[in-house]
């Protein structure tokens, strides 16, 4: 321990062992930029430096701070106190100046993203996202799940113990450029949870708005500590790593896009911190031989409505219903586009491409990116591991087509590239759906459009976010990761004779 010495600076070509046996190297502009008090966070997964400068560790501590005292006086708390703060968030967002305020400032954001080539599709804050989330609030406004809830009882004789559901303390949350997300997040205030945020950089005003305008003066109105939410108001990535890095959370949540989510689940692993984990999603579907055709069009056009992490990716056809499956998914997918006013992109594995019109493969269309409308041919072909490609499209669907020899075949497939998010099968044949719901690795399988994977459509829970399987099934408890869920158990001893003993 006397070899120990603070960080106060470091060198250009610097070696930085990690994970054991490997050496990163220290880049000039790191050497530059660090500073005395800084932090350095070495991902032991990678060899990643993450820098954290003073002043964000700093901002990062305090709102975890201000948590962690929240998180004390809540016990004191009514659960009537924490409808009451639900029931006034919602008023708040339903009322239409409060809500201009937020609006406006959303609109910057908006503009923002687009001037920097940003996507904007999930940045927006639409009517039906605003009504979402007033619905989501009125769903922990009503809910019956109370902060201590009796979960099981043993009886001995002359004493017993009790197990009961207990509030797990302060959670962090990183999530995207999504708006609603900040108001799902509330929903850990429902089992007695004290929450810190993090909005990507994109949604951050957005998010400042929601905060000042209509969250904390509905903590205020309900006598909530002011420390039961908090937003980290810096657009500095490594505010996200700090947070995470923070050993005094209970549970640290990441919900974006699949590298940035996988790097802080490293970093919360790093510190001991439990964490959950929402990033890589993309769903299959997979049309065996009995598949009636007006159900798998009706699938496919439902499941292509917007971009998320639920959104059909990857579409199987068994090669038995391939002339008329295959022609049939390439109108649907068009008519998905056109629904959305514009052209959809379709990539065919490469020994799938017999199955597709020649033409098609030269057919120019022109695409929506987020920088920008760009000519590209309407199908193209792609090697087998590129199904493991999520298609992270702005306004033009884009999926992914492979034509297989059996519903088999496509489950090796999916177990293989998916993220094993979500799968659906279109069959008439019992048996056949009960094989693929055994063989399938993943926690949402379904018979039909893939969008129903979503905790508040589905459960009428508000979700904090989807888990898949990509990095392992889940222990003892669901994908779907809601307020409610966000527990633990303590056991408490009742003597009433005072004699027992061991």
């Given at each position: 321990m006397d070899n120990i010495q603070p960080l106060v600076g470091l060198v250009a070509g610097q070696v930085v062992p990690f994970g054991g046996d490997r050496l990163a190297t220290v880049s000039q502009a790191l050497a530059d930029a660090f500073r005395p008090g800084d932090r350095l966070v070495v991902v032991q997964d990678s060899g990643a430096l993450l820098h954290i400068p003073a002043a964000e560790f700093a901002l990062v501590g305090s709102a975890v701070d201000r948590a962690a005292e929240a998180f004390t006086s809540l016990a004191a708390v009514s659960d009537e106190q924490v409808s009451a703060f639900f029931d006034s968030f919602a008023a708040a967002l339903e009322d239409d100046n409060v809500f201009a305020l937020v609006t406006a400032a959303n609109d910057i954001d908006v503009r923002s993203a687009a001037a920097r080539g940003r996507s904007t599709t999930r940045l927006q804050l639409s009517q039906r996202m605003r009504t979402d989330m007033i619905d989501g609030l009125r769903v922990w406004r009503d809910a019956s799940t109370p902060r201590q809830q009796v979960v099981e009882?043993?009886?001995?004789?002359?004493?017993?113990?009790?197990?009961?559901r207990a509030p797990l303390g302060v959670v962090g949350f990183v999530f995207e450029g999504r708006p609603n997300v900040f108001a799902d997040a509330t929903g850990v205030l429902r089992t007695g949870n004290t929450a810190v945020l993090r909005i990507g950089s994109d949604a951050l005003g957005t998010a400042e708005a929601i905060m000042r305008h209509a969250l904390a003066p509905a903590l205020a109105t309900a006598g909530l500590p002011s420390g039961c939410v908090s937003l980290v108001a810096s657009p500095a990535r490594a505010a996200g790593w700090a947070l995470f890095n923070d050993r005094r959370l209970s549970l640290a949540i990441a919900r974006g896009s699949g590298e940035a989510v996988a790097q802080l689940g490293a970093v919360a692993?790093?510190?001991?911190?439990?964490?959950?984990?929402?990033?890589?999603?993309?769903?299959?579907?997979?049309?065996?031989?009995?598949?009636?055709?007006?159900?798998?069009?009706?699938?496919?056009?439902?499941?292509?409505?917007?971009?998320?992490?639920?959104?059909?990716?990857?579409?199987?056809?068994?090669?038995?219903?391939?002339?008329?499956?295959?022609?049939?998914?390439?109108?649907?997918?068009?008519?998905?586009?056109?629904?959305?006013?514009?052209?959809?992109?379709?990539?065919?594995?490469?020994?799938?491409?017999?199955?597709?019109?020649?033409?098609?493969?030269?057919?120019?269309?022109?695409?929506?990116?987020?920088?920008?409308?760009?000519?590209?041919?309407?199908?193209?072909?792609?090697?087998?591991?590129?199904?493991?490609?999520?298609?992270?499209?702005?306004?033009?669907?884009?999926?992914?087509?492979?034509?297989?020899?059996?519903?088999?075949?496509?489950?090796?497939?999916?177990?293989?590239?998916?993220?094993?998010?979500?799968?659906?099968?279109?069959?008439?044949?019992?048996?056949?759906?009960?094989r693929f719901y055994d063989r399938?690795?993943?926690?949402?399988?379904?018979?039909?459009?893939?969008?129903?994977?979503?905790?508040?459509?589905?459960?009428?829970?508000p979700e904090l976010g989807l888990s898949n399987w990509e990095a392992g099934r889940l222990f003892s408890r669901s994908a779907v990761l809601s307020g409610d869920s966000v527990f633990t158990v303590r056991l408490r001893a009742t003597v009433s004779d005072a004699t027992t003993h061991r």
């Open positions: 009882e043993v009886h001995h004789g002359g004493w017993s113990v009790t197990a009961e692993r790093q510190a001991g911190v439990p964490v959950s984990l929402h990033g890589t999603g993309g769903a299959w579907m997979m049309a065996a031989a009995t598949a009636d055709a007006d159900r798998f069009r009706d699938s496919v056009l439902y499941s292509l409505d917007r971009k998320v992490c639920n959104t059909l990716n990857v579409c199987c056809i068994v090669a038995d219903r391939a002339a008329d499956l295959v022609p049939l998914f390439i109108d649907t997918v068009r008519a998905a586009g056109t629904a959305r006013g514009t052209t959809a992109r379709v990539h065919v594995v490469h020994a799938s491409a017999a199955h597709v019109a020649a033409q098609l493969f030269t057919e120019i269309v022109r695409v929506d990116r987020a920088d920008g409308g760009i000519e590209e041919p309407f199908a193209s072909t792609i090697d087998e591991a590129a199904l493991a490609t999520e298609w992270e499209w702005e306004n033009s669907p884009e999926v992914s087509l492979v034509v297989v020899h059996s519903i088999d075949q496509a489950v090796d497939l999916f177990n293989r590239y998916s993220p094993q998010l979500t799968a659906s099968l279109i069959s008439s044949d019992p048996v056949e759906h009960q399938c690795d993943a926690p949402f399988i379904g018979d039909g459009f893939t969008r129903w994977v979503d905790g508040q459509f589905a459960l009428n829970r």
